[in-house]
């Protein structure tokens, strides 16, 4: 039987899990008939806007976007949809540009004539972050809650000395960055994999020793030379072990060990 891990995540079964989803839950409905949509996320790429966005779309109620440009991850792709669809009124988009901090925010808060929610979790706006990654968050929709969440993204996103408004001349100057750190990207990647493939490959074989010692230590625990001194001679032996290990100071060698 599959437990609720496996099927609680915002967009249905995959990695990502949320505790305290209501059952059942969509979030294509929630966010059709929201009054409000605010959503405040570090990365933003087009892999996970591109599951909100036919539903943002049919929205009538307002919509507010914040992202933020940290280690170039943020798509210009979704920047530039952002913008343009900033030109309504009931949307407004604006960039994280505070240089002595690092934005990384997930939060997603919804509001409709049958609730208001917010979900706070790991997963960024990208396919990854929704599906395919280890992700855990969390849904209230406990009014306190909502209210502590809501005060703290009205009060980052009214403010001018954090967060600007998107312009389509800023994701043009943005674009040129997010190209050149594409390309170094792919070298970290790479880089990445190796390190993970060479440590996969020494647990593996660490694994291995592991278990030749074990079979090891089996065979001796019931080898005549183990049950003669274990049995009738226990005093000799724990002698030996104590003379091998320099006992009481322990300032044994790598030949003490060996005995």
Known sequence: MKSEFEVKGLLGPGSSFVVGLPNPFHLKQELQ??????????????????????????????????????FCQTEPKVLYDWCERSQEDRVEARLFTQKQTTFHPKVLLVKNSRRAFVVV???????????????????????????????????????????????????????????????????????????????????????????????????????RRFLEHYQPKRARTAKQIKSALRYPGFDFDQDGLED
Do not use: M
Request: hydrophobic share 40%; aromatic share 10%.
């Open 121 to 223: 979790g790991s997963g960024n706006l990208s396919n990854g972050g929704f599906l395919q990654n280890i992700e855990c968050g969390l849904y209230s929709d406990d009014k306190n809650v909502f209210a502590s969440v809501d005060a703290w993204f009205e009060r980052l996103f009214s403010d001018d000395s954090l967060t600007k408004q998107l312009r389509e001349p800023d994701i043009r100057h943005y674009k040129k960055r997010f190209d050149a750190a594409k390309s170094a990207n792919r070298v970290v990647k790479e880089l990445q994999n190796e390190a993970e493939d060479e440590i996969g490959e020494q647990h593996r074989a660490g694994l291995g020793n592991w278990k030749r010692a074990v079979l090891l230590a089996r065979k001796f625990f019931i080898s």
């Open 33 to 70: 008939s929201a009054k409000s949509i605010k959503l405040a996320t570090a990365f933003a790429h087009w892999s996970g806007w591109r599951h909100l966005l036919p539903h943002v779309k049919k929205t009538a109620g307002t919509v507010k976007l914040l992202t933020g440009l940290s």
